[in-house]
């Protein structure tokens, strides 16, 4: 993320009204995606992966993030792609659901954008209930809004799951 960006992120967090239009855009492979900033705690580079036995493909492990204990999964192989080695593009962004930290590992984190809910469009195929929450649309760009409960539920991981695997009640 740029300075710019950053500095962009930080002003608007300041501003309550405005904090729910705010998403942070990343790559997985070579489409865009968005999440609400809302639930994002930090982006965090190279930590050192711990392997996690029984846990599904996708869960590439946990992380030790200042003494917290953080399920890692790889978007990539969550949505089906090949599994990439790791480069310095290489991302953890840390979310926070149901006070659970889970770091999502992605590509590339592009920049934190404003897109107002009538540039979101729902999706153009099922209800729009599953990871997929809408299109963001901005000039010829659109980016996937991701549902994070979907994301981390829809392959039989949920909440209570992580909640095991971080240790916290």
Do not use: W
């Amino acid at each position: 993320m740029t300075e710019k960006s950053q500095k962009f992120a930080h002003e608007a967090v300041d501003d309550e009204d405005s904090i729910e239009d705010m998403y942070l855009t990343f790559e997985v492979d070579t489409e865009e995606y968005a999440v609400c900033i809302e639930t994002v705690t930090e982006i965090v580079t190279n930590q050192r992966i711990i392997p996690a036995p029984d846990m599904p493909p996708y869960l590439a492990g946990v992380i030790n993030l200042r003494g917290k204990v953080v399920p890692l999964m790889d978007v990539r192989v969550r949505f089906g792609l090949p599994k990439k080695a790791y480069d310095d593009r290489t991302c953890t962004i840390v979310v926070e659901i149901d006070e659970v930290p889970t770091g999502l590992m992605v590509d590339r984190v592009k920049d934190v954008l404003e897109i107002p809910k009538n540039k979101i469009e729902p999706p153009k195929y099922g209800k729009g209930d599953g990871i997929i929450q809408g299109m963001g649309k901005r000039n010829e760009q659109v980016s996937f809004i991701i549902s994070l409960s979907q994301l981390l539920s829809a392959q039989r991981i949920d909440i209570d799951q992580l909640r095991e695997i971080t240790g916290k009640e």
